[in-house]
């Protein structure tokens, strides 16, 4: 079986597997509903950016300043 474009698998700290997804729009708890329903449940998920903001090599516990968008 051949992985979609764009889905990366790698090993978890654990032995897991961790995948990396893209939304564009998403429903609430929709990735864990979409891992459950093909039997692999979600047990954790990491937010790494919403939209143009990411968190880049920030540190944990880390801040940046945000400058005004023009809408």
Do not use: D, F, Y
């Not at 992985?3 to 990366?8: E, I, Q």
């Not at 143009?52 to 940046?64: A, C």
């Amino acid at each position: 079986t051949e992985l979609p474009a764009g889905l990366r698998l790698s090993k978890g700290p654990t032995e897991g597997i961790w995948l990396e997804i893209r939304l564009h729009e998403g429903k609430k708890r929709q990735i864990r509903q979409m891992t459950a329903a093909v039997g692999h449940p979600t047990l954790r998920l990491v937010r790494w950016a919403i939209g143009p903001l990411n968190m880049g090599e920030l540190p944990l516990g880390g801040w940046k300043a945000l400058s005004a968008c023009a809408r």
